[in-house]
């Protein structure tokens, strides 16, 4: 991935190291409950760049139209594995939308 707003990446210190990083407590957090088989969406913030998303249940998103359940093989939705961070560039994206077998908990934590 690559970011345009490398002033938005701050220092952090541990043990005599210095790191760039996304600093956590300049995110807004969106936390979505999802109903089994119900899509929803997570709106991303205005000026959003990028998102880490993780979930407690296995579930698919799509950023342009509303996320299915694949009954086969597909290209058109992304999956996110129960417990795996994933980040996604949304600069041009309004809203993701979410979809599980069964009901999740869903984070999302947005970078300007």
Known sequence: MSFSTSEKLKALHTD???????NE??????????????????VKPTGAVAVRLQ???????????????????????SSLP??????????????ISLISAGAAKVCGWFWE
Not at 26 to 40: F, H, R, W, Y
Not at 55 to 77: E, K, Q
Not at 82 to 95: F, H, K, L, M, Y
Request: hydrophobic share 40%.
């Open 16 to 22: 005599g190291f210095r790191l760039e990083c996304w």
């Open 25 to 42: 407590l300049d995110s807004t957090i969106k936390n979505n409950v999802l109903a089994a088989n119900t899509a929803e969406n997570m």
């Open 55 to 77: 979930s407690d249940t296995d579930l698919w998103y799509n950023l342009t139209t509303t996320a299915v359940i694949p009954t086969a093989d597909s290209s058109a939705h």
């Open 82 to 95: 129960a417990g795996v961070e994933r980040w996604i560039q949304v600069s041009d994206v309004t809203n």
